[in-house]
Structure formats: C-alpha cells, structure tokens
C-alpha cells in the first residue's frame, strides 16, 4: 500500500535539496551585477570630482602664474616675498600627482594646495571664494 504523503515527501526532499544550489547560483549572479553596476558608478563618481578637482587646481595655478607676472615688473621686498608664496604655489601644483588617483597622501596635497592658494589671497589682500555650481565653475575675488 502507497503512502498518499510519499510522493510529495520525495518531491521536498528534492526541492530542499536544489535550495542551496539556487541559492548559491542567485548568489553569485547578484555579486556580479553588484559589481559590474559598482564600477560603472565609481567611474562616474571618479570622473565628476576628478574634473572638479581639475578644474580647482587648473584655477589656482592660472592666478598664480597671472599674479606672478604683474609682480615681476615691481622688485621691492614686499613684492619679493609674495613671489616666493606664489612660486611655492606654483611648484606645489606642478608636483600634485594628476595621473595616479592611487597616490596616498593626494588629499593631504590637495588641502595643502588649498592652504597656500588661501595664504597667497591673504598676502595679496584678495578675497577668494572657489566653488563649483552646476552649470560652471567660477572664481571670484
């Protein structure tokens, strides 16, 4: 005599078996939609503060290099000594390390460069105010 239950016990001991496969199978394809839609939005997050901190750096050292021109022609000590502020701008941006997103201490350069530009301003009684809007970047004084 057949059990009426044995059938349907077989077909759970069946499904319960198969749940861990696609579990693991579910598992693995969730991962690597995960990471394949990760690095799309890295990229994206990557390029849009990469181009922000771009175009911050690109601003600083265009004033620097506009400033030191002017203050070339006058040769006081006063004067002297905003050129040495603004050389030391200008070297710190020519040394920043654009092409390596890696590189360790990038922030710290970063906040450093940002430190100097503001002691520049500071020397050459300029207010300054760099921020990035939505529709285009500005400089003001």
């Not at 004033?63 to 006063?78: I, M, V, Y």
């Not at 050389?87 to 040394?95: E, P, T």
């Not at 654009?98 to 100097?116: V, W």
Request: proline share 4%; net charge positive; charged share 25%.
């Amino acid at each position: 005599p057949q059990v009426p239950w044995a059938g349907m016990h077989r077909r759970l001991t069946k499904l319960c078996f198969c749940t861990p496969r696609f579990h693991g199978e579910g598992f693995q394809e969730g991962l690597a939609e995960g990471s394949h839609a990760g690095m799309a939005e890295g990229r994206r997050y990557g390029a849009l503060h990469g181009a922000r901190t771009g175009s911050e750096i690109g601003c600083y050292l265009g004033f620097a290099l506009t400033w030191h021109c002017l203050l070339q022609k006058c040769t006081d000590e006063k004067n002297s000594k905003k050129i040495k502020a603004l050389d030391s701008l200008i070297g710190m941006i020519q040394k920043f390390p654009y092409e390596d997103p890696t590189y360790d201490k990038l922030q710290e350069d970063l906040e450093k460069i940002r430190g100097k530009y503001k002691q520049v301003c500071s020397m050459l009684n300029i207010q300054s105010d760099f921020r990035i809007g939505n529709e285009r970047s500005s400089l003001t004084f």
